[in-house]
């Protein structure tokens, strides 16, 4: 009989056994050396991956080109085992190196072992996506890594069941692809594990989690975290029973090198071949640093835990397991691990290097600039402060860029004005300044937003085209037939939330079209608005056109975090090597009472900056932005106006074909006397008034910016407050929300405050939630009535004698 601890034969092999037990040796040594680094002040902050090594060597194993990452910032062994990251790397991130070339992952824009790896080449265009090992962002919030992951395993089902993907060969191999997730056991209270887990039992998908039990969350143990101190066990009733489909639990102990091995490869062959999600409960892991850089686990851990904890190191484990088994000898051993810890030093010793380098280069030229000035005034002027600056600054044992503006910014304050060669020296420390925030710039502030051709903003746009017979139509039909047309041109389009599918939507904008382009493509879900966001997430990272729909803006707050923390910055925080192009399908503004007619607009665009907002005023709008984003790789949400479907608007003949611009208002109502700037659902009131103001010898301008992010990027609500002089920013949010922005925007970046002849106002709804009915609605919302008295009470203040 063969020994329980005895590896199947394609792993017994001493090579590979041996490499695996250097690369558990080298990712320690790097956690123990980046700690220190630290701690002495070289780096900020570090969270490091010491005691998972083992568990994450044997699920390395089974991970193939084109399967998919969603972890947690434990998992620098994993993404070694695979070839994603190396020593020199970890030095990058931990020192916030910000060259993408060495650090590509995130060019230093988020702490150290958050990782990733490019969708996109630098033009904008999808890599083989099938050619490499695949990893989505990470994030810090805890758990925030769920949604996302569901995505990620539910375009393997979309790509295996639909047929018609079977030939996006750089996407998928007809969905053989496994979405492997991480989290620590602590997270696992959160309330996105729960519903990921549900949504992925309900959905059958291919994702495979691995839970690291610790024991810990940072300070508070298990007992406080999880019912029963389990998650294996109190997970059992989503367990899969005979004709009940659910999941797959698998347990292993995190020291346990060849049982994890023999784990994972049972676990993911099940997984991947019939897409049914598996946990792996990793028991028995430790943390033999603590939680991270901020702390010291010897404040809540007891004595005996920490004794527990070092005769359960997984690495010494391993140890006595290769000794064991004969498989090489203690000296070998030693030898290995002695390698390994040296191959970190000198990562740690280059990565300084390469840290340091540039900076210094940087701080040298400007101290050149300095010590070549030709002017010396008088000791006691200002000039002595320009030594002493520069002198300071060359003191500074490990500077970072901070130091050398600090320094080029009050020297250029201290240079004495009697100096005749002034000039030059403010000219050179001006260059000095303009050249190296453009780099900062590129360092710090690029790629929030796609700047490639694949951009929204450079799809051309197309008007929608009406001719004598064009029939006048209910609103929702409009984004029928558009919908319609799109389904059949993009085969990687799906749309899926709650009442999308049978009755296609709520407001019946997708009637009839799970009939024609089935199930797999439009799609009912359960009630989760942020696994429905992180099933567009994964999905759109994986090259499908995904529409996540929201049934009401107001329940979008349920997925706002994921929203704000992980679609938001996906692109920035990769410094543009990932995208994901989801669209988000809303609808809100004014309809009934306080969940169901919100326009939380300031609340959007303000959580969201990274995402384009598009609030159309009509349904035509709606359309040809949909038509837009699916031609362009950007996220973004639109909010049809609620109030809209059942409203009449001309059917374009060129439906499916019209493209909306972003960032382009429209002037809808010219006029000279003053400017309304609103968007979405007003638009229509802001008509209304204006035909009661016209009756008064008030000539109003309407403008709607249809697009709060991008923001008039043309500048044609200057063009007009420059005709009348006059503006009111209008819209449904709260007073000092949306129309503050729009103000901010309008007079102060486009600099519209200097042809004003009448301060700027603001109309908005009120501070509490619109009431009920249509009394609620009228009481709570600007009318038309109240845009009335509003221009003309600025009319009147301008001209009291005509007025
Ligand atoms: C939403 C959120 N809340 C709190 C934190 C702070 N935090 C970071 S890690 C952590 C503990 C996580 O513990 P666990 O999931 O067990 O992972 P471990 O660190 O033990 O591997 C906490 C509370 C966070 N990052 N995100
Ligand atoms: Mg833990």
């Known amino acids: 009989m063969k020994k329980q601890n005895i590896l199947p034969d394609q792993y017994m092999n001493k090579k590979k056994i041996l490499a695996d037990y250097r690369l558990a040796n080298l990712s320690r040594n790097l956690s123990i050396i980046g700690r220190r680094e630290v701690l002495t002040g070289k780096a900020k902050f570090g969270i490091f991956g010491d005691g998972k090594e083992i568990v994450q060597i044997a699920m390395a194993k089974q991970f193939r080109d084109g399967d998919w990452r969603s972890g947690y910032y434990r998992d620098q062994t994993w993404m070694m085992a695979m070839g994603l990251y190396d020593s020199l790397e970890f030095f990058h991130q931990l020192y916030g190196n910000t060259n993408r070339e060495i650090n590509p992952g995130s060019g230093g824009r988020v702490f150290n072992n958050h990782f990733s790896e490019p969708n996109v080449n630098s033009d904008g265009t999808w890599r083989d996506l099938m050619k490499q090992k695949n990893s989505s962002a990470d994030i810090s919030p805890t758990a925030g890594q769920m949604p996302r992951l569901l995505g990620l395993g ?18 998928s191999n007809k969905g053989n692809e496994v979405a492997f997730g991480s989290i620590g056991d602590a997270s696992t209270s959160e309330g996105y594990f729960w519903e990921t887990i549900n949504a992925a039992g309900v959905l059958q998908v291919p994702v495979a989690i691995s839970v690291y039990d610790d024991g810990f969350g940072i300070s508070v143990p298990k007992k406080y975290q999880t019912t029963k101190s389990s998650i294996s066990d109190i997970l059992k009733g989503f367990e899969a029973e005979p004709d009940r489909p659910g999941i797959l639990i698998f347990k292993g102990k995190g020291w346990d090198y060849p049982g994890l091995i023999k784990l994972y490869e049972e676990g993911i062959a099940i997984c991947r071949r019939d897409h049914v999600p598996v946990v792996f409960h990793i028991d028995e892991v430790t943390q033999p640093q603590g939680h991270s850089t901020s702390g010291s686990h010897e404040r809540y851990k007891s004595e005996e835990r920490l004794k527990w904890e070092i005769e359960s190191d997984p690495i010494g484990k391993m140890r006595e397991w290769i000794i064991n088994e004969g498989i090489a000898s203690a000296e070998e051993l030693d030898s290995l691990a002695a390698d390994a810890e040296e191959e970190a030093r000198e990562s740690r010793r280059k990565g300084w290097e390469m840290f340091q380098t540039p900076i210094k280069i940087e701080r040298d030229a400007l101290v050149k600039i300095i010590n070549d000035r030709s002017c010396r005034c008088p000791e006691d002027s200002k000039e002595a402060s320009v030594e002493k600056i520069a002198e300071d600054l060359m003191k500074v044992i490990a500077p970072i860029r901070k130091d050398n503006f600090m320094a080029a910014r009050k020297i250029l304050r201290n240079i ?5 060669n002034t000039g030059n020296l403010t000219e050179e420390l001006h260059g000095w300044l303009k050249r190296n925030y453009a780099d900062a710039s590129m360092s710090y502030d ?23 017979n064009s029939p006048e139509v209910p609103g929702r039909q409009i984004l029928r037939e558009n919908w319609d047309k799109l389904f059949s041109k993009y085969p990687l389009l799906v749309t899926f939330g709650e009442d999308t ?53 107001d329940y979008l707050m349920y997925a706002l975090q994921l929203l704000s923390d992980d679609l938001a910055t996906t692109h920035y925080r990769t410094a543009g090597s990932m995208v994901a192009p989801l669209i988000i399908s809303t609808r809100g503004h004014r309809l009934e009472g306080i969940w169901h007619s919100g326009s939380p607009m300031s609340m959007v665009i303000n959580s969201v900056r990274g995402v384009y907002v598009c609030a159309p005023r009509d349904m035509t709008r ?26 009449r608007e001309r059917m374009p003949d060129n439906i499916g074909e019209f493209r909306m611009p972003l960032g382009i208002p429209e002037v809808l109502h010219e006029g000279s006397d003053l400017t309304i700037v609103t968007y979405g659902s007003t638009v229509r009131i802001a008509a209304e008034a204006a035909n009661q103001l016209e009756l ?3 000539s109003v301008e309407i403008i709607d910016v249809q697009t709060l992010v991008p923001f008039d990027i043309r500048g044609i609500i200057l063009g007009s407050i420059r005709k009348t002089n006059r503006v009111l920013f209008l819209d449904e949010d709260l007073p000092g929300g949306t129309t503050a922005f729009m103000l901010q925007e309008t007079l102060e970046r486009q600099g519209g405050w200097q042809y004003l002849d009448s301060p700027p106002r603001t109309l908005t709804a009120k501070e509490h939630r619109p009431a009920y009915t249509t009394d609620g609605d009228y009481f709570s919302k600007p009318n038309a009535e109240d845009i009335f008295d509003a221009v003309y009470a600025m009319m009147k203040e301008s001209v009291p004698a005509k007025y």
């Open 501 to 553: 599918g049978k009755i296609g939507g709520v407001n019946q904008t997708l009637e009839g079209l799970q009939k024609k382009y089935g199930e797999l493509r439009i799609t009912d879900t359960g009630i989760r608005e942020a696994t429905i966001l992180g099933q567009g997430i994964g999905l759109s990272l994986r090259g499908m056109r995904p529409v996540a729909e929201i049934q009401y803006l």
């Open 154 to 171: 539910y375009a393997s089902k979309l790509f295996r069941q639909n047929k018609e993907l079977h030939g996006f060969k750089t996407l």
């Open 622 to 647: 709606a359309a040809g932005f949909y038509n837009s984003l699916l031609e362009g790789n950007d996220p973004a949400i639109v909010i049809e106006p609620l109030n809209g479907y059942r409203l």
């Open 416 to 420: 004495c004005e009697a100096c005749s």
């Open 446 to 468: 690029r790629f929030l937003y796609n700047e490639t051709p694949t951009s929204v903003l450079h799809v051309k746009p197309i008007a929608p085209v009406y001719s004598e």
């Open 696 to 698: 008064h010898g008030i």
